[in-house]
T-cell receptor, first 111, second 112 residues
Framework: KQEVTQIPAALSVPEGENLVLNCSFTDSAIYNLQWFRQDPGKGLTSLLLIQSSQREQTSGRLNASLDKSSGRSTLYIAASQPGDSATYLCAVVNSNYQLIWGAGTKLIIKP | DAGITQSPRHKVTETGTPVTLRCHQTENHRYMYWYRQDPGHGLRLIHYSYGVKDTDKGEVSDGYSVSRSKTEDFLLTLESATSSQTSVYFC???????????FGSGTRLTVV
């Protein structure tokens, strides 16, 4: 059974720092991995989608990597800003076409 | 998100009443999903659809039914609402297994 783990569960850093959020999954047979952010009381916003054949994707200050063989993905946020404060979720589409979610990392960027 | 809307955004209803939530998309995506999100449980799949009139159950389908009579609309019905169904409900769309998911803004449902 596919399990997705996100570490840390919460993270608080000063503004301007570069940071890394981690996502690990137990079964490497995935179709893709997607990173989302969720602001309190709001919906989910897709940040980056990495196909199983890809190693990384970039969007602005965000870079997501995927190492399928080791079951890991990282989301790198450069030059963090208070507006980056949110909960970040990763999810994988497994071999049964199911979307399996991590529990999320709650990120706080202090001004 | 542009292209997917949920209605209503908020609803308070009484125990035992039927409730229908609507998800509407303008993207012509084949796949549509209903999730619920609860503290401590994350996002859980209720039902999904892989085409008009083609639906299947997710992991927490008890007490819920769905219908998809048109590509653009996916309805979630609580036949007789219970307090345990108080939650935030999200609709999502996708074009397939290689595609990402796009989520709606959610419906906050309170059953009193």
């Amino acid at each position: 059974k596919q399990e997705v783990t996100q570490i840390p569960a919460a993270l608080s850093v000063p503004e301007g720092e570069n940071l890394v959020l981690n996502c690990s999954f137990t079964d490497s047979a995935i179709y893709n991995l997607q990173w989302f952010r969720q602001d309190p009381g709001k919906g989910l916003t897709s940040l980056l989608l990495i196909q199983s054949s890809q190693r990384e994707q970039t969007s602005g200050r965000l870079n997501a990597s995927l190492d399928k063989s080791s079951g890991r993905s990282t989301l790198y946020i450069a030059a963090s800003q208070p507006g980056d404060s949110a909960t970040y979720l990763c999810a994988v589409v497994n071999s049964n076409y199911q979307l399996i979610w991590g529990a999320g990392t709650k990120l706080i960027i202090k001004p | 998100d542009a292209g997917i809307t949920q209605s209503p955004r908020h609803k308070v209803t009484e125990t035992g009443t039927p409730v229908t939530l609507r998800c509407h998309q303008t993207e012509n995506h084949r796949y549509m999903y209903w999730y619920r999100q609860d503290p401590g449980h994350g996002l859980r799949l209720i039902h999904y659809s892989y085409g008009v009139k083609d639906t299947d159950k997710g992991e927490v389908s008890d007490g819920y039914s769905v219908s998809r009579s048109k590509t653009e609309d996916f309805l979630l019905t609580l036949e007789s609402a219970t307090s345990s169904q108080t939650s935030v409900y999200f609709c999502a769309i996708s074009t397939g297994s290689d595609a990402g998911y796009t989520f709606g803004s959610g419906t906050r449902l309170t059953v009193v």
